[in-house]
């Protein structure tokens, strides 16, 4: 069976969303979801439905869809569930083409009158050819399509996909993916999945030209067998990361009470997937950190690597996680040492293997010649250059941050000018002032195209999955 045809789920002409409330009424989901498409920018006509009528944000409130004059491709459901059999019954009268519950109370929580509801709907749709997103879900998020959930997601649409049992989840990855500098193609809430699946949006991304990396918040699954040759399809010709949840016995419970979802043991899942080509990670900031690598480090031969930066202490740490993550730091030979030596006036203070330490920089000069020199060692795979924020003692803020800026500039100048991949970590930024720092910095170091890491753990972990999905890519 082929990926089904849905697309046109992304880019509706029309919208009408039930459940909306003028805004006198402080919480409302229905006015939230019109607010996040009319801030967002969505260009297509929207119908607020309440069977009160009135008018809200200089829209008419119609009182059915029946009402509505024009054509409606989508609804949004924003009502109790007892109201949804009928918001149905009217969708496949009008035409409607698909319809997102955000309304929970169906197959997710333990209730006959729940489940019972759900295939209600579910029959209802069927007979009017109408796709279901949901229930209990947040919807999709398409910039192309003008599709939003968050008020302040970013309007730049960009090569990551996104699947999601969680709404939270997808939420996270939206904005965690905004703060490093990543932009989505499409990011998909699909709840319960009670008519599309988890297996139906990766087989669409698969092909979606619009998604060059695909994610996913997994908590279980409708069909096994399907889902892996999905993902063993996917992972070929596009990066697959997934988030997989609920392997637990605890939060097995807990994936059944919010999706209906079948869970799994954990060894059972990480060796389905490893099998299938994807890479495992265990939050949304890891998920967010194989990104990064995907889009903005080429892949290196091997896993020697060596660390360069500032700071003695700092330097062991990164060698401990480096090595401990499954990386090597390879000896310099006497020679490369002997060259290294001759940069510098003297190595007090400084470490010349590997790591690097070139604390006090000299000048623009002995920097350049120091990373070209460790460009051209025959052994190396690729370098990580770490900025540290809090290990300066004896330093001022104020010179700490004029210290940092110069390294920076530094590492900036570098882009065109090294053959092997680089990676930035960021790390030790605990008062406010260095906080504020490393953001700007790691802000600069985005936009110029670095794959810059948040801690020396995470992208040690992060480095050591992307070197090891390029060598699966290249056994295959």
Not at 26 to 44: D, H, P, S
Not at 104 to 109: A, K, L, T
Request: hydrophobic share 40%; glycine share 10%; charged share 20%.
């Amino acid at each position: 069976m082929g990926a089904l045809d849905i697309d046109f789920l992304f880019h509706p002409k029309s919208i009408a969303i039930a459940g909306v409330k003028d805004a006198s009424i402080q919480f409302n989901t229905g006015l939230m979801f019109l607010k996040a498409l009319v801030n967002f920018g969505y260009q297509g006509k929207i119908y607020p439905l309440n069977p009160r009528g009135g008018e809200v944000m200089g829209l008419k409130i119609y009182k059915s869809l029946k009402d509505i004059p024009s054509e409606v491709d989508y609804v949004i459901s924003a009502v109790p569930s007892r109201n949804t059999p009928q918001l149905m019954a009217d969708a496949v009268a009008k035409g409607v083409k698909a319809l997102h519950f955000f309304t929970s109370g169906f197959g997710e929580i333990e209730n006959i009158e729940g489940k019972r509801l759900q295939d209600e709907i579910l029959g209802i749709a069927r007979k009017g050819d109408i796709r279901i997103i949901g229930p209990n879900c947040l919807g999709l998020y398409c910039p192309k399509g003008g599709l939003a959930f968050n008020p302040d997601a970013s309007t730049e649409s960009g090569p990551v996909g996104m699947i999601s049992q969680s709404g939270g989840n997808a939420s996270h990855a939206l904005a965690e993916g905004k703060s490093r500098g990543i932009h989505f193609s499409k990011v998909i809430s699909m709840g319960n999945g009670a008519d599309l699946n988890e297996s139906d949006y990766l087989e669409y991304l698969t092909k979606d030209p619009d998604t060059k990396i695909i994610t996913a918040y997994i908590e279980g699954i409708k069909n096994g067998p399907r889902f892996l040759k999905a993902v063993e399809t996917a992972a070929k010709t596009k990066p697959v990361i997934i988030f997989k949840v609920g392997t637990s016995e605890a939060g097995a419970e807990a994936a059944v009470s919010h999706t209906t979802a079948l869970a799994g043991a954990s060894q059972v899942w990480e060796g389905l997937l490893r099998q299938a080509g994807a890479i495992q990670v265990h939050s949304i900031e890891e998920m967010m950190d194989m990104v990064v690598a995907f889009l903005h480090l080429s892949p290196p031969q091997g896993k020697r690597a060596v660390i360069v930066g500032i700071g003695g202490g700092a330097s062991v740490i990164l060698a401990d996680a480096f090595s401990q993550a499954g990386l090597s730091l390879p000896k310099f030979s006497d020679e490369s040492r002997q060259k290294l030596r001759g940069f510098y006036s003297s190595e007090a203070g400084r470490i010349f293997k590997n790591p690097v330490d070139i604390n006090n920089l000299e000048s623009p000069k002995v920097f350049t010649d120091t990373i070209k020199m460790i460009d051209d060692v025959p052994n190396v795979d690729f370098l990580v250059l770490h900025i540290a924020f809090d290990h300066f003692g004896l330093a001022s803020q104020e010179d700490k941050a004029l210290m940092i800026e110069v390294y920076l500039s530094l590492i900036l100048d570098l882009k065109n000018t090294i053959s092997k991949p680089i990676a930035i970590i960021l790390h030790s930024f605990a008062s406010e002032g260095a906080k504020k720092l490393a953001k700007d910095i790691g802000n600069s170091c985005i936009k110029e195209g670095f794959a810059v890491f948040l801690s020396i753990q995470s992208a040690a972990v992060a480095l050591n999955r992307y070197v090891e999905h390029q060598q699966w890519l290249k056994s295959l």
